[in-house]
């Protein structure tokens, strides 16, 4: 799953893609994991990723799809990952699953995992349903796609017939104006919708990008930063320029955007970070201590959880083919970090929180017809 603005054209590159208030909080020991209830509410998912509790209560979950046999680009782990229209939209309510939504781009590799396509969703009225459509490339790739029509790297509205429209071009943003000034790519991730317009983290531009209503000019809203780390990764220069490949983006009860960092390769354990954002101003940072973070939502509790997609490091579980164990983490207005969940989670890829209080991940983020959405009770 390709996340994060190629670094080199080395190895380096083709790893690198696999998401008191105001303040950097003072980090804590963690808290020992809270007994959980987890009830499995979904299943059959291709490739789940975020999800949102809609105006209307229904769950839903943005599908990346399995790919298929249409054009080929190189894939950022080595290969290929092909185009097919296996993208969707799945509506769960009232214990039922539907997929209100098919036929959207989706990338994937020749058996379906790590797709790239729908990663988030938001519906904030019955019938009212927007998508981001991820790219995870430099937007020139997009020139091969022409004869097939299809739309990489957008923000798309759902229709309630199931058909969609595009309604803002991210990707060419990062190719027009590339925010953070590094190599062009894009790969439209996190996603807020309100009565403004819309909000989208760019995983692959390392930026946060405004869509106001009614106008076809985005802004950026942050950057976020590149820092050296140190590794142990062998053949590889230390310390290594890491980028922040922002996943998610959320509202805080302050009223300032939270966004949380994915981070890019080598992908470290526990660089991971949650930035503050106020608009005309740089980003701070709001916690830290987390490891390949891939969603954030703040809970009516005022905690802020946070999901991990790899507790451990991506890496590890990229050498191996294996899926990584995740994490779910409750970071209190102190700052006091509590594990909720972690070895139930594998390549968790997106949460949301329901007015009671419930939460909802999916699973087996970049499985093929194996994701599955969890309903969590503390």
Known sequence: MRLSKTQTRSSVSRLSGALALGGLLTLSLAAPASAAEITTVATGLDNPRGLTIGANGAI????????????CIAAPEGGEQCYGATGAVTRIVDGKQERIANGLPSLANEIGSNAIGPHHVANVAPGVTYVTVGLGADPAVREQFELEGVDFGQLVQLMPDGTWRSLHDVSEYEANVNPDGGVADSNPYGLLAGPTGWIVADAGGNALINMPLGSTTPSTLAVFPTR??????????NPLPMQSVPTSVGFGPDGALYVG?????PFPAG??????????????VYAEGFTNVVDIAFGTDGNLYVLEMARDGLLPAMMSGTEPTGRLVRVGPDGTQTTLVADELSAPGGLAIGADGTLYVTN???????????RIKM
């Open 60 to 71: 839903y979950v943005a599908e990346a799809g399995r790919g298929g046999d249409g054009t």
């Open 228 to 237: 050296e780390v140190q590794h142990s990764v062998p053949n590889v220069p």
């Open 261 to 265: 960092e994915l981070t890019g390769f």
């Open 271 to 284: 660089e991971a970070r949650v930035y503050r954002v106020m608009p005309g101003q740089e980003p701070t």
């Open 364 to 374: 087996h983020s970049t499985t093929p017809g194996g994701g599955e959405v969890l």
